[in-house]
């Protein structure tokens, strides 16, 4: 196979779909920084997924496909990301998920306990959250 001089290598999922990613994304990811290979086969990793992991770099130093990603992510369950995140080493969206399942969990307590009584109290909570996403990725408000 071919050295890191290629700008892009393709990654394959378990159900056979490829996706391509810079090579600047793949130093990011813990478990191939150090690959030479330009096709990279992932069988426990279906190709949504990996879709996702991909387009998760994009998102790095664009603000507007950040939260177009927070949005596609909202109504998934992220158990398979949050899987294949770790499998590939990509801590910046490991943190992120385990912040968004924080921040989610907090709307699902107010709802569950009654302190949110209105649409208008969620949008307010939802606002919150995507409100308290800085510049890192991070979350650096809490909602109480």
């Not at 387009?55 to 177009?68: L, Y």
Request: proline share 1%.
């Amino acid at each position: 196979m071919s050295s890191f001089s290629t700008s892009h290598h393709t990654l394959k999922s378990n159900d056979g779909r490829e996706v391509l990613i810079s090579t600047r994304a793949i130093q990011q990811l813990t478990t191939l920084n150090n690959s030479t290979e330009t096709y990279i086969h992932f069988p426990n990793i279906n190709g949504a997924t990996l879709q996702l992991i991909a387009e998760w770099f994009e998102t790095q130093e664009d603000t507007q496909k950040f939260i177009d990603f927070s949005e596609k992510i909202k109504g998934l369950d992220v158990y398979d990301l949050l899987i294949a995140a770790n499998s590939m080493g990509v801590k910046s969206l490991i943190d992120y998920l385990f912040n968004f399942m924080i921040k989610k969990a907090v709307v699902v307590s107010e709802v569950v306990s009654g302190k949110m009584k209105t649409d208008e109290d969620k949008d307010a909570i939802e606002r919150a959250i995507h409100e308290s996403i800085n510049n890192d990725n991070q979350f650096s408000v809490d909602i109480i």
